[in-house]
């Protein structure tokens, strides 16, 4: 696609359920970063992919969150047994390659509401 | 620890004033400052970045100043317009690969 597509663009769960957000990096972006944005707030680091592997996931506030990449390019973010305290923004971003200067695209995010 | 503040938090300008937001940062293994600008309900977008082997950086109205030695960055938007009127985030990135490590944010409001 022409940018990074996320789904969903909104979410309302229940405390306590699991949700499962979804990136589409840019088409032969071999880098994909999730961010979490809290309303008002600047933006978290969560998790960085090279290709399949995730070299980098010092960002994950908890062992409730996971994340895969399959195919070197879908990410998909879990968050299990869902707090009220992760409703926010879910940001992906991909990048053509991981050295630093190399310009990370973000999508719209997926706005999550724990209930 | 932040490793990137950003002041200030909000900024009022009037329509073709200049607007200066100021970031400063901790590591020295930073080598890429770029800047993002987000409207509401969208995902951030870069507006300029710079490296530290030049001072100044300008884009049309947009202008990044580089001091090195005192480990500081700003954004200076000339003859602001009401569409400026944004959150703008200045990041970092080298430390640990291209992932960025981003400022808390300036909330611009440019009045008519």
Same mark, same amino acid.
């Given at each position: 696609?022409?940018?990074?597509?996320?789904?969903?663009?909104?979410?309302?769960?229940?405390?306590?359920?699991?949700?499962?957000?979804?990136?589409?990096?840019?088409?032969?972006?071999?880098?994909?970063?999730?961010?979490?944005?809290?309303?008002?707030?600047?933006?978290?680091?969560?998790?960085?992919?090279?290709?399949?592997?995730?070299?980098?996931?010092?960002?994950?506030?908890?062992?409730?969150?996971?994340?895969?990449?399959?195919?070197?390019?879908?990410?998909?973010?879990?968050?299990?047994?869902?707090?009220?305290?992760?409703?926010?923004?879910?940001?992906?971003?991909?990048?053509?390659?991981?050295?630093?200067?190399?310009?990370?695209?973000?999508?719209?995010?997926?706005?999550?509401?724990?209930? | 620890?932040?490793?990137?503040?950003?002041?200030?938090?909000?900024?009022?300008?009037?329509?073709?004033?200049?607007?200066?937001?100021?970031?400063?940062?901790?590591? $020295?293994? &930073?080598?890429?400052?770029?800047?993002?600008?987000?409207?509401?309900?969208?995902?951030?977008?870069?507006?300029?970045?710079?490296?530290?082997?030049?001072?100044?950086?300008?884009? %049309?109205?947009? $202008?990044?100043?580089?001091?090195?030695?005192?480990?500081? &960055?700003?954004?200076?938007?000339?003859?602001?317009?009401? %569409?400026?009127?944004?959150?703008? &985030?200045?990041?970092?990135? %080298?430390?640990?690969?291209?992932?960025? $490590?981003? %400022?808390?944010?300036?909330?611009?409001?440019?009045?008519?």
């Amino acid at each position: 696609g022409a940018g990074v597509s996320q789904s969903p663009s909104n979410k309302v769960t229940e405390k306590g359920k699991d949700v499962e957000l979804r990136c589409d990096p840019i088409s032969g972006h071999t880098a994909l970063y999730w961010y979490r944005q809290s309303l008002g707030q600047g933006l978290e680091f969560l998790i960085y992919f090279q290709g399949n592997s995730a070299p980098d996931k010092s960002g994950l506030p908890s062992d409730r969150f996971s994340a895969e990449r399959t195919g070197g390019s879908v990410s998909t973010l879990t968050i299990q047994r869902t707090q009220q305290e992760d409703s926010a923004v879910y940001l992906c971003a991909s990048s053509l390659a991981s050295w630093a200067g190399n310009t990370i695209y973000f999508g719209e995010g997926s706005w999550l509401t724990v209930v | 620890q932040q490793q990137v503040k950003q002041s200030p938090q909000s900024l009022i300008v009037q329509k073709g004033g200049i607007s200066i937001i100021n970031c400063a940062y901790e590591n $020295t293994a &930073f080598d890429y400052f770029p800047w993002y600008q987000q409207f509401p309900g969208k995902g951030p977008a870069l507006l300029i970045a710079i490296r530290p082997d030049v001072s100044e950086k300008k884009e %049309g109205r947009f $202008t990044i100043s580089f001091n090195k030695s005192a480990k500081q &960055f700003s954004l200076h938007i000339m003859d602001s317009q009401p %569409g400026d009127s944004a959150t703008y &985030f200045c990041a970092a990135s %080298g430390a640990s690969g291209s992932r960025l $490590t981003f %400022g808390e944010g300036t909330q611009l409001t440019v009045n008519p």
